[in-house]
Nanobody
Framework: QVQLVESGGGLVQAGGSLRLSCAASPSILRLSDMGWYRQAPGKQRELVAAITSAGRTNYADSVSGRFTISRDNAKNTVYLQMNSLKPEDTAVYYC??????????WGQGTQVTVSS
């Protein structure tokens, strides 16, 4: 019954901003660690940001200072605010939820394209 629905991707000019959303169900996932991965063509999958149920966060060095992950537990939604976007941020962004020590559930992804 786990469902993750990403939205908010699109095309943006370098230096611009996008806000990604991940709507999660069922509501017990508010107790789980969640975050965002991304994968660009020809590149390895990269962990972008993670957030615990208590709100503790961590970021990839490549996005630190530009991206902010947050969650609204009342709405069962995780966000990724992306500012100062660069062409190298172009990728498919995937929301995940950690449902076990070796098990994550992934959404279908949302495309982010940053033009120069």
């Amino acid at each position: 019954q786990v469902q993750l629905v990403e939205s908010g991707g699109g095309l943006v000019q370098a230096g611009g901003s996008l806000r990604l959303s991940c709507a999660a169900s069922p509501s017990i996932l508010r107790l789980s660690d969640m975050g965002w991965y991304r994968q660009a063509p020809g590149k390895q999958r990269e962990l972008v940001a993670a957030i615990t149920s208590a709100g503790r966060t961590n970021y990839a060095d490549s996005v630190s200072g530009r991206f902010t992950i947050s969650r609204d537990n009342a709405k069962n939604t995780v966000y990724l605010q992306m500012n100062s976007l660069k062409p190298e941020d172009t990728a498919v962004y995937y929301c995940y939820v950690r449902i076990g020590p070796l098990s994550d559930y992934w959404g279908q992804g949302t495309q982010v394209t940053v033009s120069s």
